[in-house]
């Protein structure tokens, strides 16, 4: 099963990526774009028997740094129906 996982900056913490896009936009005189925070996307290719609390272990100890990071896990359709 694909697995996506949204890392994010938590609110308040410094994103010098997303203010370099931010200002690049600008020089390229797009308009109207008021902040930029920029993140990452994991994709993980996963036997269906990994429950979504073994990915959250995943992300808890090594996909994201949850003191600075925020993270969402998407799972596909059919999973999502399997966990409720």
């Known amino acids: 099963m694909k697995v996506r996982i949204f890392v994010t900056l938590k609110?308040?913490?410094?994103d010098p990526q997303g203010k370099a896009i931010h200002h690049a936009l600008e020089?390229?005189?797009f308009a109207g774009v008021n902040d930029v925070r920029a993140?990452?996307?994991i994709e993980?290719?996963?036997?269906?028997t990994v429950s979504k609390e073994e990915i959250s272990k995943m992300c808890d100890k090594l996909l994201a740094n949850t003191v600075i990071e925020n993270y969402e896990i998407?799972?596909?359709?059919t999973a999502?129906?399997?966990t409720s």
């Open 11 to 14: 609110e308040g913490v410094l």
């Open 80 to 82: 999502q129906e399997q």
């Open 74 to 77: 998407e799972l596909p359709e």
């Open 39 to 41: 993140g990452k996307l």
């Open 44 to 48: 993980l290719d996963l036997d269906p």
């Open 27 to 29: 020089s390229l005189d």
